[in-house]
């Protein structure tokens, strides 16, 4: 689904006519800065109504959130179906969360015996699902919240814009946010935590905005138990707020900037070793090893941040969805902690623009391009209103190259519509697996069976708990009372399609081996899915 507004000009839309003599200047302690520009832009009507027609001001974000929601829920429930959502990540979170919602630990079999999946990723948060998913304990709901979640956040966003830009401008912005690439890309790939972080950054990030400090800080706190580098970000909005503040708002975002960078430090140093069940932090792999002493590393991170190729291409690529715009503004600053992590990765998978780990930067990018917008349109300047119009329709131009390329584009393939017979088979094997039995599955078929079964990874991955060790010359034996292995290359687009986590050959030698070695018999053959059973 596509909606665009309509930015030629119109002389009965105050948001688009020339902007008129600037307004005296507001103090610096102003609980809204962007009312100084919202007589200009706001249409002449009754409060709380729009012109007849239209729909009420206020409804306007919601109304997108609405449209955006059904647009993300679309997708991720159809790649289910059709067997494209994968055990790493999908499977991962329902099984924390169904553990949550039955007052347990999060322990996780996917990731290993007996782990507590807090000692991967520090995101306590997650057990706010728990009751939706007493209710629905399906992976659908886990896909259903993230939706609703990721189009929530347009709210705050277009919310401002309609206030400090216009009516139509809000509507150019919530489609610069809601099929940015960075969102359709969460949107698309299963399900994951920062999902939660996304509305509760662009929430702080509005009251930035309006200088509504303490509204920001409340908004941003939660962030220390999404995920364990969020509260570099948190760091981050209480640096703005110590840079943009006055004196009475300085020792608040002091005290916040510590309070984030000292928490990230805490969970990743005490927390998450104590949950992990063999100590230290999961990750710590992908971290850079340095040139071995601090000061030659920093003189390195730069081009460090740029090497390979594909770090500048994403550098670039977060920033276009605001057409470079948002660089103008001190609030792309926020996005710097993010940006800084994954540049210094040792994980290739966090270089480039796939998966989830862009979702968190698009509304800084967007409250950065609504913010250097609002700069302009307070010089009272004749062109403000052109300049403003020009680079909305760039915006959008660029938005639009960049769809395609990006999993929102699945919509429009006839495939996405049409269920296949490899599917067909595959569900009608998992149905002669009965609940509450233990499960060896191929990645893409496990999310097919967390609900109501406790399911591994086959062939086992990972041994003993670690990560990225794809290269074991003797995997452990599979003890699951049954396995079911797809030999098919999943459908992946955009992503790279293959087998996961080894080759194909590796798998169907550890398929041979259960059968001939470990005691299992096959059940049944279906358009090369393999369903065994134990004894």
């Given amino acids: 689904m596509r909606t665009f507004p309509d930015n030629s000009p119109q002389s009965g839309d105050g948001a688009l006519r020339s902007a008129p003599p600037a307004a005296p200047p507001t103090p610096p302690e102003a609980s809204d800065p962007a009312a100084a520009t919202a007589g200009a832009t706001a249409d002449r009507t009754a409060p709380g109504r729009g012109p007849r027609g239209r729909l009420p001001a206020a409804l306007l974000p ?310 250097a917008l609002t700069v302009w349109r307070r010089t009272g300047h004749p062109l403000a209103s052109r300049h403003v119009r020009a680079s909305l329709a760039t915006v959008l131009a660029v938005t639009l190259v960049m769809l395609p390329s990006f999993p929102l584009a699945q919509l429009a393939q006839r495939a996405t519509w049409r269920g296949t017979p490899h599917v067909g088979a595959a569900r009608a094997l998992l149905a002669r697996i009965p609940d509450g039995a233990t499960v060896a599955a191929s990645n893409r078929l496990v999310p097919q069976l967390t609900s109501r079964c406790t399911v591994v990874v086959f062939p086992t991955f990972p041994v003993e708990g670690k990560l990225y060790q794809y290269d074991n010359k003797r995997l452990p034996p599979p003890t699951a009372q049954w396995i079911v292995h797809d030999r098919r290359a999943p459908e992946a687009w955009p992503y790279k399609t293959g087998h996961w986590p080894y080759p194909i050959e590796r798998q169907e030698a550890e398929l041979a081996a259960a059968q001939e070695r470990h005691g299992y018999r096959k059940v049944a053959e279906r358009d090369g899915i393999t369903l065994l059973r134990r004894g």
């Fill in 62 to 371: 919601w109304g997108w959130a609405a449209v955006l929601f059904a647009l993300y829920a679309t997708v991720a429930v159809r790649r289910h179906l059709l067997l494209r959502t994968t055990g790493y990540d999908l499977g991962i979170f329902e099984q924390a969360v169904r553990a949550y919602a039955e007052l347990r630990a999060p322990v996780v079999p996917l990731r290993g015996e007996g782990f507590n999946l807090l000692g991967d990723h520090f995101h306590p948060l997650l057990a706010a699902l728990a009751p939706f998913y007493r209710l629905w304990p399906s992976p659908l709901c886990l896909l259903v919240a993230q939706s609703a979640l990721l189009a929530v956040a347009v709210v705050p966003l277009a919310r401002w814009a309609a206030r400090a830009l216009g009516r139509r401008p809000a509507h150019a912005v919530a489609v610069a946010y809601g099929l940015s690439w960075g969102i359709a890309s969460a949107a698309a790939f299963d399900f994951h935590e920062v999902a939660l972080a996304v509305p509760l950054l662009a929430c702080s990030l509005e009251a930035l905005a309006h200088r509504r400090w303490r509204a920001a800080v409340a908004w941003a706190a939660p962030l220390l138990l999404v995920k364990e580098d969020l509260g570099l970000t948190l760091a981050a909005v209480g640096g703005y707020i110590a840079l943009k503040g006055g004196s009475g708002a300085r020792r608040l975002g002091l005290v916040t900037a510590a309070a984030g960078a000292v928490g990230s430090f805490v969970e990743i140093k005490l927390l998450m070793p104590a949950f992990h069940p063999h100590g230290g932090y999961a990750h710590g792999g992908n971290l850079s090893e340095g040139y071995g002493s601090l000061l030659s590393t920093l003189a390195h991170a730069p081009l460090d941040a740029l090497r390979p190729d594909v770090k500048a291409m994403t550098l670039v690529l977060v920033f276009a969805p605001s057409a470079l715009l948002a660089l103008r503004s001190p609030l792309s600053l926020i996005a710097v902690p993010t940006l800084a992590w994954r540049m210094m990765s040792d994980n290739g998978f966090h270089w480039g623009t796939a998966f989830h780990y862009s979702a968190v930067l698009m509304p800084v990018v967007v409250a950065g391009l609504i913010d």
